[in-house]
């Protein structure tokens, strides 16, 4: 269960990141040149929360036994999960959102 908020909580650090990063990126001029480039505009998000993976040493599917001998696996695979828990975190606020209203 700690596990889950853990990757939820990380997933809001994720979209406060990207959030930050859009807005300096469109202030310099750059942001449409970015999110046209083939690659990287479309997996800008996925980079950086595998960036926030490396720079914090976070691995929080280790805590469910997943680890690999090499540590670029490690982080690459979590900054995957992390960036692919965004939606679940949006569902977890919108039924938490849902109930506050009810």
Not at 6 to 32: C, F, Q, Y
Not at 62 to 81: Q, R
Not at 94 to 102: F, H
Request: net charge positive.
């Amino acid at each position: 269960m700690y596990t889950v908020a853990i990757l939820i909580v990380m997933a809001v650090l994720l979209e406060a990141v990207m959030t930050v990063l859009h807005s300096i990126l469109s202030t310099v001029g750059l942001g449409d040149t970015i999110k046209k480039l083939p690659i990287i505009g479309a997996n800008l998000t996925l980079g950086i929360s595998i960036l926030i993976v490396w720079l914090l040493k976070a691995y929080p599917i280790g805590m469910w036994g997943a680890l690999w001998a090499d540590d670029w696996k490690n982080i690459v695979v979590n900054g995957a999960v992390i960036c692919g828990m965004i939606p679940l975190k949006d569902a977890v606020f919108g039924a938490i959102q849902k109930g506050m209203r009810a």
